[in-house]
């Protein structure tokens, strides 16, 4: 079995679609930031995934059936988002 | 005909770089990717078909291919400030698609699925000028479970017999690679010396091998993308690999290569 990507179990489909649209979807990415709390109970997480989002602690989420890419990139677009990165365009 | 073929590293640190990344070493693989360029330039191919691994964008909890085919009027996409769109060959990827079924492949394809930063990052630096239209061509890498690599070399020599077989002259680029574990607790440490010894048997003409790798060694080496070299492997046979450079940075093996024909 694959110890780095596994099989995206069912039970983290609104965890991992949460993940999918921080990365991908701006308008999602930008309530999200006004609105973190919001944002993740409309996208049906528990408790414990907004909580581990929030912190962005990596180990939880990829614990509780999150894509580890999808976390990665989430977080990336989260801190260019923030206007956090100081980044050369090529 | 098939007239070309090249493997390029896709990471986003390459066009967009944050401060963590060594700028130098960031150039120089730029430079690796001009050299591509201009040798696509003298190679005069009329189609690009590009091999890249989606990145959970395109394919995900609607649907998740093992190997898929756009073939539509154009395929766009973005990444961060970036926004691309590529016309795609139509008449190559509808062969590409008929015939690859016809021969056991069972492609999805697709008219308007979003176009990954893969395709776009080695066609952002390398496209000739002036452009030509591109066929993105799709293998699973990042979500279990993913195609064989023993899958993904043989799509690679049915795709060189569809290539080969048809009038336009076409390059094939393989996006991705080498170790990286993006994601996971690994990301630091990306396995160096399993590139390097993949290199050296690359240059050495010895591709086909790679098709007896299981998924489990390319995920414990960072490498589930090399899919994507595997099925440009099936496809170019035993040319040997011209390595144009392999730069480790702190959390990826980038490597641009080329197989002369």
New interface residues.
């Given amino acids: 079995?694959?110890?780095?990507?596994?099989?995206?179990p069912a039970s983290a489909?609104a965890l991992?679609?949460c993940l999918?649209l921080l990365?991908?979807d701006d308008a999602f990415r930008d309530r999200y930031v006004a609105d973190p709390d919001g944002a993740t109970a409309a996208m049906g997480l528990a408790a414990e995934e907004a909580a581990a989002l929030r912190s962005a602690d990596?180990?939880a989420l990829?614990a509780r059936g999150a894509?580890?890419?999808?976390?990665?990139?989430a977080a990336?677009?989260l801190t260019?988002a923030r206007g956090g990165?100081?980044?050369?365009?090529? | 005909m098939l007239v070309a073929a090249f493997a390029l590293a896709h990471t986003p640190q390459l066009i967009a770089r944050p401060a963590t990344e060594d700028r130098d070493l960031v150039l120089r693989v730029h430079a690796a990717f001009a050299r591509v360029k201009r040798r696509l330039a003298e190679l005069t191919p009329d189609v690009l078909a590009v091999v890249a691994g989606d990145h959970v964008e395109a394919f995900f909890l609607s649907g998740v291919p093992a190997l898929a085919v756009y073939a539509g009027r154009e395929a766009a996409g973005t990444f961060g400030r970036y926004r691309y769109r590529y016309p795609i060959h139509e008449p190559l990827a509808r062969a590409v698609v008929e015939q690859g079924i016809e021969r056991g492949f069972d492609l999805l394809y697709t008219q308007d699925a979003p176009l990954d930063y893969a395709f776009f990052v080695p066609l952002h630096f390398a496209m000739p000028e002036p452009a030509v239209p591109i066929v993105p061509l799709h293998v699973n890498v990042y979500l279990p479970p993913q195609p064989t690599p023993r899958r993904c070399y043989d799509w690679g020599r049915a795709l060189g017999d569809i290539l080969a077989a048809r009038p336009e002259r076409v390059a094939l680029v393989a996006s991705g690679g080498m170790s990286h574990y993006p994601g996971t607790e690994r990301y630091a440490s990306p396995d160096f010396e399993w590139d390097r010894h993949t290199l050296d048997r690359l240059r050495e003409g010895r591709g086909r091998e790679l098709a007896s790798l299981t998924g489990e060694e390319l995920d414990k080496a960072g490498n589930v993308e090399l899919r994507t070299w595997i099925t440009l492997l099936g496809a170019v046979g035993d040319a040997r690999a011209d390595v144009y450079c392999y730069e480790p940075s702190w959390h990826h093996g980038n490597a641009v290569v080329e197989w002369r024909l």
Avoid: C, G, W
Avoid at chain 1, 2 to 8: A, V
Avoid at chain 1, 85 to 90: L, R
């Fill in positions: 079995m694959s110890q780095h990507y596994r099989f995206p489909y991992n679609r999918f990365k991908s990596r180990d990829v894509h580890p890419y999808l976390v990665f990139m990336l677009r260019m990165a100081d980044i050369e365009y090529f």
